[in-house]
Every structure is written in C-alpha cells, then in structure tokens.
C-alpha cells in the first residue's frame, strides 16, 4: 500500500525499511488504521493510538473522564475505519507522580470504560507506570472484521462521502487556544468524540462502499489518504463541505471556517468512496437511523494527491491536513 | 486471576472495576502477561508496554537502536511469558521536536526491528507523534500460542525455577546512577535483553511447566505474581538465586548482590513453577540449548506472599520487586 506524504509519514516509512512483505497470518499490514490477524472468518484487527498531554489535550481543557473517553474514542474509531466490530481494550497509562495517587487514574478509566461500552468493547488488560510527565495513555483497540473496508479500494468516479459535520472540534481548539471557552457543541465534539462504528457497518453492509477511513487527519488529508492509496486524486467541492454549526463565529468568516473543517484533524467522522449514485438514494435511511448527516463532498479522479474546488477561484491544490509534527515544528 | 499487592496493581485494578466476565472470543483477560484471542488451534497473543525516558531508560546510558532494542524486547518478553511465538510489532512513538529531523527515529527504528527480527516478528504498523517530551515508546507485541502458559497453574509443591543470570541490568542502572560506566557485560544486559521466546516454547514442551512469567518487575515481585495468582506462597533460597558475575562489585557485597538480584526488574529472564523432579534431569540439556544456566531457586508451598531463606536468619517476608510508583514516589 503507498502512503501520503508528510513528515509523519516519512517516519513510518523509516520505520518500515523496505520490507513489505506481511508475516504469515497477519492480513492487512503497514499503511492502514488496522493490522488485521487472520481469525477463520472473523479475522481481528488490532490498532494502537497514543494520547499526549499538551499534544492530543490539555488538563485545562478536559476533565480525566473526558480525557480517558476521547484516548479511547480515538482508537476505537481506527476499528470503525476498517468496519470492525470493538471487542477489547488494552490501556497503557504514564501517570505523572502527582497524579499517581489522585482521582486522575479513577476518571480516565471510567472515561476509557465508558467510551469502550459505548461500541461495546471492555478492558482486558493493559500496563501503567509513573512518568516525570506529561500524561500519556496509549491505547490498543481490538476488534473482529468479515472482511476489512481499507483505504485503497477507491476507484476514478467514485463519490467521497463523509459523516456528520465537521470543524466543530477544531473550533473548540481554537478557542481555547486564545483564552476562550468554546461552545457546548464545539466542546463536546472535542470531548467526546462518538466512534463511528455502526455507520461504518451500516456503509459495509451497502456493498457499494470500496474505501474508507476515518477522519483522525482532517478531511484534506484523509481524503487524501484514500486517494493516495487508491492511486488517484480527490476532488472536494468546498461548497458541499458539511461544516459545523458556529464555526464560522470562530474563525470569523467562511472561508477560515472551511479551512477549519478541512484541515482539523479531531472530528473522528467517516469517509468513504462509494460506487457512483450508490449512497444518494440511501441517504435519508442514513440519517433516520444515525441522527447524523451523510454528504457527497467530492470525488475520486484520475491523477494524484488533494484538490478543493471553490466556487470562484477554480481548484486549489490542498497541502494536507493536521500534521502533529508541522504543528510542533512550526 | 487475582493479582498480586502493591500501587500499580491498585491502578489496574481500579481500571478493571468489578467487571472480570471477558468479552466473547477473549481467552485470557486481565492479571496475565498477554491478552489471548480465539483463532481456530492457534489464538493470538497481544500486549503492550510502555517505555518512557528518564523512567525505563536515559539518553545518556542507551544509543538510540539500544532503546529501539530495548523497548521491543521488553514487549516481545511479555510473549515468551506465555509461551507464545511472536509474529508482529505495532509501533507507538512520541518523539520530542528535535529528535523528528534527527537520526532519533531511524536508531529507534532499526533497534525495534533487529529485536523483533532476532525472535521472527515483524513490524507492521503504528502511530508515529511529536510530543514535548519525554522520549516515549509502546510497543504492542503480537504472537501465536497453542496453549497459553499462565501465571495461575502454580501448584504447592512445584518448584521455582529461573532462567540465565540475575541482576546484571539492575547492576548497570546502579553503577550509572552514580555516575560510573557499567562494565560490558552488565551493560549489554540493559540495553540488549534478549527475550527468552526460544527457552519458553522448550520449557512448554515439556509438558511438565504449571505457571511462567517473566522477570520484568524482579524475582520477588514476579515469584510473588506467581504464587499469588496460583493461591500459594513463594518460598526462595537466597543461596541459590544465580547472580550475575560482577553484581557484588557493584553493590559493595552479598548480601546487597542478592537483593539486586531479587528486586532489580531489568532481567526479562523467565521464571516457571515445575512438577517436582521435572526439570532437574533436563538441565544439561537446557544449557546445552540455549547457553544459559537454568537454575532451582525455591518452592511453591501453602500460604500466601514471598519469603527468602537465608542461610543463617531463617525466613524473611520480601516486599516484593521493582515497582515504578514506589521508585518515583518515595
């Protein structure tokens, strides 16, 4: 599988040398949200996602129960982005020494706990030690799968579709980061996160779905993940985008606002490439059933990497979307 | 599984809640060394470990392809404590800024894949972040296992054995933290741990090994994870604990040697309770194998805790081993 471009990236692919080949048993290896362990007909698909102080949250913004859902959330979503259905969870957990014996280990594992209830997985192990700082919870979701949606099932003319509304988390950052409070909306979507596992289901269960993955990078980039790994380009209509309500109000305009919803990379939506005309006439039963929007946002196309297609200016080649080492570096 | 005293287990028990049902296809859950799911004749065995600068290693001490090595080992150990085969690594990594241009990732990179390598696993995905710091890994180790080899089969009367020699790592740790260069042996002992995957599967075939763990929190504390999980008391015999070559140097006697040797949790050798009588024919054999000593330290009997016989003041309650919030707190 080929991967996006970018600095995190270039680690990874250090990381992975030139040898593709897969261990006997493991299905799905480096590139995707999933490995994914040959299992009968129920393979297990295995995921780690880690959570930094200062990086992923801060202690100002969330309480520890908030801290633990959205760790979880976080990792719990990878499986929704292959379809698998969560079944365990292990935590590894750096507590700095203040917090070793106060009620911060209390609330993160209720808020582990509970995020894992929430799609149905439990704890069933995992590792803690004191560190000088900062807090750190790594979590590894675990998760059985018929048949894993990866990202690189897209093909030319497919439609690019996502989940819910997008930029309400990074809204609820960008508040904060100048001193604000964000709106209850905004901070919930930051918060706690809902990993979208049934929607990622239900989108299987269509048969007319050949990529998927889940927005852990902002729209940009991971559309542009798809498309990379697909082999093809997307094309985003900014027009369609489904930007959350109020974020306009925060970024104090509608092109800052798009931006916003294209790039934040802490709206744990879904996106898919589907057949073409195939999610449109299901897209009520979508909504009814989630109580969530599902929005054609663009296209796969021949060529490569991201293009928004504003409403004036004609394409505007996109660099990606958030970048946890662009963010430090800068 | 009942799990054994002190701050951490408080943590994980905590984590845990009430809850010990285990999700369905989940074989082994909570208190043990791996997570087990179901595969057919061959389940998986998944964990995870975290290693954090300046808790588990310091920059000073390793080079960067050391602590790769090292972070992958440890993890890789707690699979050679089930008896399971390794397959696979997931690769969790928080690189402060500086290191994300630098050779960091690409040392880290190459000790995490010639550990894994130099027991069959390979890596096949992960996580890769910048964070302020501190240098943080999670490794999550995958492995096949037929019949997962628990701490809890321990039977009163089996005997305590434990693999090559204790409390060279310990040794190396002490000698930098005051400010020496350890000597190589005790160095390599720190910064290369090999994971006993080999000696486990031997020790498994035998037919006649009740419980196994390995030595990640020292021989006290992890004889004491044994005995507790299996409802019984761990009796040492100080004079036989094999301590490495050197250690007496460095602690300034005997007497502090062994207590090295007992409570230093760097070894990642194994520890097994055996039917009496099983092992002690298979020992050459053992060494033969393997080059390395295996060695009858104590006994399993009725009670509950660990006690060391000493040669002249009779037996001694331990407190068990290495314990991160202990070291950090007091």
Do not use: E, K, S, Y
């Given at each position: 599988m080929r991967l996006g471009p970018g600095a995190e990236f270039d680690v990874i692919r250090s990381m992975l040398g030139d040898d593709t080949e897969l261990p006997a048993g493991v299905l799905v290896g480096p590139g995707d949200d999933c490995a994914v362990l040959e299992s009968g007909d129920s393979p297990w698909a295995v995921t780690v996602d880690m959570s930094i102080e200062g990086?992923?949250?801060r202690r100002d913004w969330l309480a520890s129960h908030e801290i633990g859902w959205r760790s979880a959330a976080v990792a719990l979503s990878d499986l929704a982005a292959v379809a698998a259905e969560p079944v365990a969870l292990l935590v590894s957990l750096a507590l700095p020494p203040e917090d070793a014996r106060a009620s911060t280990g209390p609330g993160l594992q209720r808020g582990i706990a509970e995020a894992g209830t929430s799609v149905g997985a439990r704890i069933v192990g995992g590792d803690v030690t004191t560190a000088p700082g900062p807090l750190t919870l790594d979590l590894v979701a675990i998760g059985r799968v018929r048949r894993p949606l990866l990202r690189d099932g897209g093909c030319v003319g497919d439609e690019l579709w996502v989940t819910g509304f997008l930029g309400g988390a990074g809204a609820a950052v960008a508040t904060w980061e100048r001193g604000g409070e964000p709106s209850a909306a905004h901070r919930q979507a930051f918060a706690r996160p809902e990993p979208r596992v049934k929607e990622a289901q239900w989108l299987f269960g269509t048969g007319r779905v050949h990529a998927l993955i889940d927005l852990s990078d902002g729209l940009a980039g991971d559309a542009g993940h798809i498309a990379t790994a697909s082999g093809c380009r997307a094309l985003l209509s900014g027009s369609r985008v489904p930007v959350a309500d109020g974020v306009e109000d925060v970024t104090g305009g509608a092109a800052a606002a798009l931006r916003l919803a294209l790039s934040a990379g802490d709206d744990y939506e879904l996106c898919v490439a589907a057949e073409?005309?195939?999610l449109g006439p299901l897209r009520e039963e979508f909504q009814e059933r989630f109580h969530l929007p599902l929005t054609r946002v663009g296209r796969l196309e021949d060529g490569e990497g991201v293009t928004l297609e504003g409403d004036e200016s004609g394409p505007i080649p996109l660099e990606g979307g958030f970048n946890h080492f662009e963010r430090q570096l800068r």
């Open positions: 990086v992923h949250f073409p005309g195939a």
